[in-house]
């Protein structure tokens, strides 16, 4: 079981955000509920995300998989994924695959919500 803790977040301009943020692994054992959980975000509650990964120490490729679906997900509604505070020890797994030049990765929650263009769904 996998602890995921959910906010929601308004920009100035009403656009709401969901952050989530998991706690321990992001594995073959816990990828499918973080997965289910950011299909439900999406689906009923925004198009906008930010998974905040600070308190992920692990994760293998089906976590990175669960991660691709959420960010294809908000794609196909138009709308943005982020990711933030990439724990030291996750870091590693998005450089050696080259998952750090996929996502939108930023250094801190903050940064990650105020990001000027949320409410386009663009890419930097």
Known sequence: ???IEQ???ETPDGTTVIV???TGRLD???AWQFRLKLQECISKLS???VVNLGQVNFIDSSGLTSLVAGMRDADKVKGSFRICSVHPEAKLVFE????DSVFEIFETEEEAL???DVREGNRA
């Open 28 to 30: 073959i054992t816990t």
């Open 7 to 9: 906010k929601t977040h």
């Open 47 to 49: 198009r906008h995300v």
């Open 114 to 116: 105020n990001y000027d």
């Open 1 to 3: 079981m996998i602890q």
């Open 20 to 22: 989530l943020s998991p």
């Open 96 to 99: 050696v695959t080259m998952m």
